[in-house]
């Protein structure tokens, strides 16, 4: 299994709290994801990040920032959150990005609910 | 606009006998394709892959088909067994795209293997 942790595993907050989503990685993968899992949407990409301090905007990246300091650490911040926010989300890591065709490999996700 | 998808959300299928996902896509640009399983509160796990460059790949008891002009691609798990009940999803991306490989997810088929 790949050493994908991600914390909290479980959260409820209130609308107007920020959150924040850690994924950590013992790969040494240099690129990172953040997903969100939602009914009749399957998996949809919020942010990712091609190494320490390299990110950029997935399909669904309103209302998300994200910071990578390092490479065994990618940061999932929910500034404001909304119940539009409610959602499983998942942390992948790959070895390779575009010239390899390699897989990603997800982390076991975090279910957050905004009241 | 769904530019993966799977039309069937369900499908079971005694064990010993075998189950065919399907997957549709609407983007001629991907090339390459992947089939993750899903259990409940885990992570998705990348099962198998197949490049647009091929029509079939085999791994075990996993066979994916990609059918280029048809933009249709199948998993068939033969023979199935109940540990295969999970949800299926097939992605697909496009290599050599720019800094990361970035995934788009179908909506998943939940596939149920019965004795």
């Not at chain 1, 959150?19 to 939602?38: F, G, I, K």
């Not at chain 1, 911040?77 to 065709?101: H, K, P, R």
């Not at chain 1, 897989?103 to 609910?113: E, K, V």
């Not at chain 2, 002009?69 to 991306?93: E, M, N, R, T, W």
Request: with cysteine; charged share 20%.
């Amino acid at each position: 299994d790949a050493g994908i942790t991600q914390s909290p595993r479980h959260k409820v907050t209130e609308t107007g709290t920020p959150v924040t989503l850690r994924c950590h990685q013992t790969e040494n993968h240099r690129y990172m994801y953040w997903y969100r899992q939602d009914p009749g949407h399957g998996l949809r990409l919020i942010h990712y990040s091609y190494g320490v301090k390299d990110t950029d905007k997935g399909e669904v990246s309103d209302g998300y920032s994200v910071s990578r300091s390092k490479t065994e650490d990618f940061l999932l911040t929910l500034e404001s959150a909304t119940s539009s926010q409610t959602s499983v989300y998942f942390c992948a890591i790959s070895e390779t990005g575009t010239d390899g065709g390699q897989p990603q490999h997800f982390g076991d996700g975090t279910r957050l609910s905004i009241l | 606009d769904q530019q993966v998808k799977q039309n069937s959300p369900s499908l079971s299928v005694q064990e010993g006998r075998i189950s065919i996902l399907n997957c549709d896509y609407t983007n001629s640009m991907f090339d390459y394709f992947l089939w993750y399983k899903k259990y409940p509160a885990e992570g998705p796990t990348f099962l198998i892959s197949i490049s647009s460059i091929k029509d079939k790949n085999e791994d075990g008891r996993f066979t994916v088909f990609l059918n280029k002009s048809a933009k249709h691609l199948s998993l068939h798990i033969v023979p199935s067994q109940p540990g295969d009940s999970a949800v299926y999803f097939c992605a697909a991306s496009v290599l050599y795209s720019g800094t990361a490989s970035k995934l788009t997810f179908g909506t998943g088929t939940r596939l149920q293997v019965t004795l």
